[in-house]
Nanobody, 123 residues
């Protein structure tokens, strides 16, 4: 069983930065981990994903060049550094894990989810 706890959300001005953290407990070695977000009235969408045991990452086009995904194996923690934030980045951000080494952009392919953390970008 895997438990995921996100932190680091908050209110920031457009152009600002935030770093989200996802602390994982349980067996996550060789899992793929990812971040998704969901804005009010919209479907949950892919943000970024990483193969936990390596450095293979993928990003949504909307965040490429602005967001960076990284992991600390010793702390079993996943980070999402978000720079140059825009109002359209406002959403609840969720950390997710899947029991497969392959990254994916589909929420349905992830097996474990955190409770989410709110990110609000003011214009």
């Amino acid at each position: 069983q895997v438990q995921l706890v996100e932190s680091g959300g908050g209110l920031v001005q457009a152009g600002g930065s935030l770093r989200l953290s996802c602390a994982a407990s349980g067996r996550t070695f060789n899992y793929a981990m990812g971040w998704f977000r969901q804005a009010p009235g919209k479907e949950r969408e892919f943000v970024a994903a990483i193969r936990w045991s390596g450095s293979i990452t993928s990003y949504a086009d909307s965040v490429k060049g602005r967001f960076t995904l990284s992991g600390d194996n010793a702390k079993n923690t996943l980070y999402l550094q978000m720079n140059s934030l825009k109002p359209e980045d406002t959403a609840v951000y969720y950390c997710a894990a899947r029991t497969s080494a392959a990254t994916s952009g589909r929420p349905a392919e992830f097996d474990y989810w955190g409770q989410g953390t709110q990110v609000t970008v003011a214009s």
